[in-house]
Antibody, heavy 118, light 108 residues
Framework: QITLKESGPTLVKPTQTLTLTCSFSGFSLSTSGVGVGWIRQPPGKAPEWLAL???????RYSPSLKSRLTITKDTSKNQVVLTMTNMDPVDTATYYC??????????WGQGTLVTVSS | EIVMTQSPATLSVSPGERATLSCRASQSVGSHLGWYQQKPGQAPRLLIFGASARATGIPARFSGSGSGTEFTLTISSLQSEDFAVYYCQQYNDWPIFTFGPGTIVDIK
């Protein structure tokens, strides 16, 4: 079965760079049509897509955050890494990774809460 | 960027009743529309994709309809476990997808 799990720091300081890792099982990111995406959800608000990467290394970024985001994959390790630079308190949110079949997210990780505070 | 809106913001329903949730896109997304359910402390769960196809394991009381800019999620007979927040999300518009603000379905 498909599972995903996010890992990374729970607390970062303003201006620091956040690095999150999505470790997954039950699928391969070398399979045609498969992707992994990152979504965040500030407390009490709707989810927001950040970035996604497909099996062929096609990468997409939120236009409003593109300058701060980098998404990469390590197919051999079954991992996807998201980095976000210049963190700010408004970036406090639960960060999820999700499996994409084509263009929709059908399996999600449990999420990890990241707080940005000095 | 395509903007998604949902109505109502909150829907109060009694168990066993029918619930109808609406989602509108600022421009056509074809049938590239999904519905998600989220309960407190949990990740969103995919209910519907392709505007009307139920995801694996989703009960038949959940149904989706619509295309273009107007979409509906119907829960035919609300069960206690269905009280949650529901989000629509378009996945038609590159480079990124967008969620609606959500509809809270709570107990009347």
């Amino acid at each position: 079965q498909i599972t995903l799990k996010e890992s990374g720091p729970t607390l970062v300081k303003p201006t620091q760079t956040l690095t999150l890792t999505c470790s997954f099982s039950g699928f391969s990111l070398s399979t045609s049509g498969v992707g992994v995406g990152w979504i965040r959800q500030p407390p009490g608000k709707a989810p927001e897509w950040l970035a996604l990467i497909y099996w062929d290394d096609d990468k997409r970024y939120s236009p409003s955050l593109k300058s701060r985001l980098t998404i990469t994959k390590d197919t051999s390790k079954n991992q996807v890494v998201l980095t976000m630079t210049n963190m700010d308190p408004v970036d406090t949110a639960t960060y999820y990774c999700a499996h994409l079949t084509g263009s929709f997210a059908d399996y999600w990780g449990q999420g990890t809460l990241v707080t940005v505070s000095s | 960027e395509i903007v998604m809106t949902q109505s109502p913001a909150t829907l109060s329903v009694s168990p066993g009743e029918r619930a109808t949730l609406s989602c509108r896109a600022s421009q056509s997304v074809g049938s590239h529309l999904g519905w998600y359910q989220q309960k407190p402390g949990q990740a969103p769960r995919l209910l519907i994709f392709g505007a009307s196809a139920r995801a694996t394991g989703i009960p038949a009381r959940f149904s989706g309809s619509g295309s273009g800019t107007e979409f509906t999620l119907t829960i035919s007979s609300l069960q206690s476990e269905d009280f949650a927040v529901y989000y629509c999300q378009q996945y038609n518009d590159w480079p990124i997808f967008t969620f609606g603000p959500g509809t809270i379905v709570d107990i009347k």
